[in-house]
T-cell receptor, first 116, second 112 residues
Framework: AQTVTQSQPEMSVQEAETVTLSCTYD???????LFWYKQPPSRQMILVIR??????QNATENRFSVNFQKAAKSFSLKISDSQLGDTAMYFC?????????????FGTGTRLQVFP | DGGITQSPKYLFRKEGQNVTLSCEQN?????MYWYRQDPGQGLRLIYY???????QKGDIAEGYSVSREKKESFPLTVTSAQKNPTAFYLC???????????FGPGTRLLVL
């Protein structure tokens, strides 16, 4: 069974600085997707970034980028130029596409606090 | 506006009572999902549906039931058999051929 581990329960960063959130996963699959979701105090889950395992190039979305190391099964999220609005819980998630439903498997989350 | 709506935002359940959480989407997505979130944990899958009139159990389906009579709607019933229903419930949907699940705003269920 696939598992996702986020080893940092809490992180903090000063506004405008850079922070990296860690995520590791365990799978024997070769084709899968990885996601980072953000959950602000409103509690709605918002997609931050997505990575397809067969693509070697790391995904980027504006200030957000990932470091995808397939052999090491590592998928870290880097947030550059941190803003106060980045304060939230961040969840790493794994998905193996299949006809059975494409279930997302989530880590336990990292609480990020951005302070002025 | 296109999106996923969940109602109510807060729901209170008395002992032995069944309650139903609503999830509606107007994104024309085929697949829909229900997740449960407990404090300090990630989301866990309760039920999912790939098409109308078909649904499958997730990892923690006991004490819950669903229906999918319309493409736009995927209600979740928390039955009296669910002994620890207090949690935050999130509905999600995914378009055909897509990999990303999009989430609604959630429903907070509390037991009186």
């Amino acid at each position: 069974a696939q598992t996702v581990t986020q080893s940092q329960p809490e992180m903090s960063v000063q506004e405008a600085e850079t922070v990296t959130l860690s995520c590791t996963y365990d799978t024997s699959e070769s084709n899968y997707y990885l996601f980072w979701y953000k959950q602000p105090p409103s509690r709605q889950m918002i997609l931050v970034i997505r990575q397809e395992a067969y693509k070697q190039q790391n995904a980027t979305e504006n200030r957000f980028s990932v470091n995808f190391q397939k052999a090491a099964k590592s998928f870290s999220l880097k947030i550059s130029d941190s803003q106060l609005g980045d304060t939230a819980m961040y969840f790493c998630a794994f998905m193996k596409p299949n006809r059975g439903g494409d279930k997302l498997i989530f880590g336990t989350g990292t609480r990020l606090q951005v302070f002025p | 506006d296109g999106g996923i709506t969940q109602s109510p935002k807060y729901l209170f359940r008395k002992e032995g009572q069944n309650v139903t959480l609503s999830c509606e989407q107007n994104l024309n997505h085929d697949a829909m999902y229900w997740y449960r979130q407990d404090p300090g944990q990630g989301l866990r899958l309760i039920y999912y549906s790939q098409i109308v009139n078909d649904f499958q159990k997730g990892d923690i389906a006991e004490g819950y039931s669903v229906s999918r009579e319309k493409k736009e709607s995927f209600p979740l019933t928390v039955t009296s058999a669910q002994k620890n229903p207090t949690a935050f419930y999130l509905c999600a949907s995914r378009p055909r051929g897509g990999e990303t699940q999009y989430f609604g705003p959630g429903t907070r269920l509390l037991v009186l």
